[in-house]
């Protein structure tokens, strides 16, 4: 069988039914069959076109050959020579059309009727490319699933919270990659005015640029050397809204990885700010262990520790609290065609009692009259206002001073919320 086939089905199988990013899998399995780099580089491509058009690819399975129950055995032989045959071309049409037949047949499949036959699922790979080709109810909850590549319950849950139209337009951009922006890092030394810059980024706002270039964002050298930070537009603004801060304290808490921390260092540092970061897990967030050595910030300091563990790394209340929690974090869904597949919608209630007891936590640090700041990178109505109204409820020392939901098809292209409270 082919190498880039064998490979691409399993890291598939393994990546949707552990629910994992599937770089994970393929990783160990590109060494385990002696993937070339070419061969690595095919796969991935296949890889990342089957989750590009997961929903497609499992109607497909469903409309040529109509199954009793969910197979994913079955719609990730027919996706793939789908995508192969349609889209990419990795593997040559009649090999794959084999392997096809050859992995059929392991289920008995009858080629000698018509709906099993090669020629109708050619006849799909070529001519149905379309939603209602398929004979799918347009303007239904799997109509724009398949459409946008959406899970049906993500397309519901968006819809409920916001306006119906809102909600499509949310979707529509998922379909699309963000657009992609960073900042001066103002801790290195200035940016030359070389063609890399100008060629490669427009300038948005005085040291915020929108990158323009064909190759991928992160091989550009400015990236990789660290001369420019990677952020939304949607940080420039909450950044714009926070406090003046001076001889004070201030802590940021990471329960995921984010680089926010970066543009939000820059604002306030100061030999006399003394600055606190914390993160769950110091390891995954490895730029923190080298960045106060390579910037020689001297009174920047980092911990570990879970938000019910505070007090052991924090000595005093601080002037200002920015909570960034564990989150469903659905901005990825953007830039990653496999995490909202592999998502586990069963976990967000976990994941809200976590966020709401981050905030909770955090809340005895905050001064009187201090800020504490709660931001997520998702849009769930139960990860952002919900979450803010239910705080409010059990901590009347704190008010509202603004929040903001970030939609995907706003002119700032994020996906964000933010929200700033104050210490009456």
Known sequence: MNKIYDVSSKVLKQSITNCEDYFISF????????????????????????????????EVTHFIVPLKEENLDIVIIV??????????????????EGILKEELLKF??????????????????????????????????????????????????VVKHYDKDAGIKTCREFAHLPRQFAS?????????????????????????????????????????????????????????KLPTLSHRNY???????????????????????????ITKHLKENYELLSIKREYNLKSLYFSEASSDGFATVISKKQDLFIVFPSSSEFEKGRVNPDYLITFDSNKLDELIKGELADLENAAPFVEEKGTLVY???????????EIIAQFLEKHPE?????????????EENSLFYYAILKRK
């Open 79 to 96: 996706g793939l020579y789908f995508c192969n045959n349609a889209l990419v071309k990795v593997i040559d049409e009649n090999e794959m």
């Open 108 to 157: 008995n499949f009858d080629f000698s009727k018509e709906e099993h036959s090669l020629l109708a699922l050619k006849g799909v790979v070529r001519e149905k490319r379309k939603t209602n080709d398929l004979k799918v109810r347009k303007g239904s909850p799997k109509y724009f699933s398949i459409k946008y590549n959406l899970p049906e319950w993500f397309y519901r849950m």
């Open 27 to 58: 990783q160990q399995l590109a060494k385990e069959n002696s993937l070339d780099e070419k061969e690595r580089r095919l796969a991935i491509i296949l890889i990342n076109s089957f989750f590009r058009n997961y929903y497609f690819c499992k």
């Open 375 to 385: 931001c997520v990178r998702t849009l769930g109505k139960k990860e952002t206002t």
């Open 251 to 277: 802590a940021i808490y990471l329960g995921i990885k984010s680089y926010f921390y970066l543009p939000l260092i820059s604002k306030y540092y100061k030999d006399y700010n003394f600055t606190t970061i």
């Open 184 to 240: 001066i890092n103002t801790f290195k030394a200035p940016v030359p005015n070389d063609e890399n810059l100008t060629k490669n980024f427009t300038q948005i706002s005085e040291g915020t640029y929108e990158y323009t270039g064909k190759a991928p964002f992160k091989r550009n050298e400015l990236v990789k050397n660290k001369n420019v930070i990677n952020i939304q537009l949607a940080y420039n603004d909450l950044l714009s």
């Open 398 to 410: 704190f008010e509202l001073v603004e929040d903001k939901q970030y939609l995907p098809y706003e």
